[in-house]
């Protein structure tokens, strides 16, 4: 399938979606506390994203090889868990731990896609210095975003920035397309070369979604199918925005807007 290009009104669609995913994730954000368990997030995301008129579009989704639907509404990835860890009722955050919280929904038929990571109670320096440099590498990568910028020049601006902080790049994910579906072409790597990959073009929407550890690139897929771990189980963070290509640069559908 080709990249598929939306209109102004698809684009506004998405922002409004997206608005309203962010005022979930805030939601999600003020309730992540020692004692507070990943199924409880996944509970409270749920009924939020239906009060707000979208869909969790996690739940029941498939990926080519993968036997089992997705179980939940959001993933929650603790610590070594890099992306697509499955709340449970009975794991519990505890201090020192850092959660990620990814969540996607389909709203007025178009989908948006964001994801954070946050320390819970008090973290270690080496951890609050990995979610540190994977927010910024985000913002970064956004920064490059424009019409006539080559996907590499994303993947290039995050890579040299996760580097320079010293950590491990994830190379066996990446994000993608995202609008119509989930996941839609093209895929933005967090790695690769400036000027070199597809055009951007007004009108794309796409997810970029740096992961980044305090170790090694490799992962390992767990028993469940679906939990990303890394392979040396070092400490991994996210962070995730879906942006828009507009005439003259981006625009991050994923913000709390006045
Ligand atoms: N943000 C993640 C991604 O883009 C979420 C996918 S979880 C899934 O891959 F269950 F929906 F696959
Ligand atoms: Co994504």
Redesign the pocket.
């Known amino acids: 399938m080709a990249v598929r290009i939306k209109t102004e009104q698809e684009i506004a669609l998405m922002r409004e979606g997206g608005k309203r995913l962010a005022g979930v994730m805030a939601r999600l954000k003020e309730t992540a506390l020692p004692g507070v368990s990943t199924g409880t997030l996944d509970e409270l995301a749920e009924r939020l994203m239906r009060e707000a008129g979208g869909d969790p579009v996690?739940k029941g989704?498939r990926?080519p090889g993968v036997e089992t639907a997705?179980p939940a509404s959001i993933?929650t990835s603790i610590n070594d868990e890099v992306?697509?860890g499955i709340p449970q009722k009975n794991r519990m955050l505890a201090s020192g731990d850092i959660v990620g919280i990814?969540i996607?929904m389909r709203w007025r038929g178009f989908v948006t896609?964001m994801?954070v990571t946050v320390g819970i109670g008090c973290i270690a320096p080496d951890a609050l210095r990995l979610v540190t440099a994977t927010r910024e590498a985000l913002d970064i990568g956004i920064a490059a975003v424009r019409p006539g910028a080559k996907i590499g020049d994303i993947s290039h601006a995050v890579e040299q920035h996760l580097k320079k902080a010293g950590l491990g790049v994830i190379r066996d994910l990446a994000g993608?397309g995202v609008g119509h579906e989930?996941?839609e072409e093209p895929l933005i790597p967090n790695f690769g070369h400036a000027g070199k990959g597809m055009e951007l073009r007004e009108g794309m929407a796409i997810?970029i979604?740096p992961m980044a550890t305090l170790g090694g690139w490799r992962i390992a897929l767990d028993d469940d199918e679906w939990t990303f771990r890394t392979a040396d189980r070092s400490l991994a963070a996210h962070f995730?925005h879906t942006v828009a290509v507009t005439s003259d640069g981006y625009d991050v559908l994923t913000l709390i807007r006045a």
Do not use: K, Q
């Open positions: 996690f989704y990926i997705y993933c992306v697509h990814d996607g896609d994801a993608h989930l996941h997810a979604e995730e």
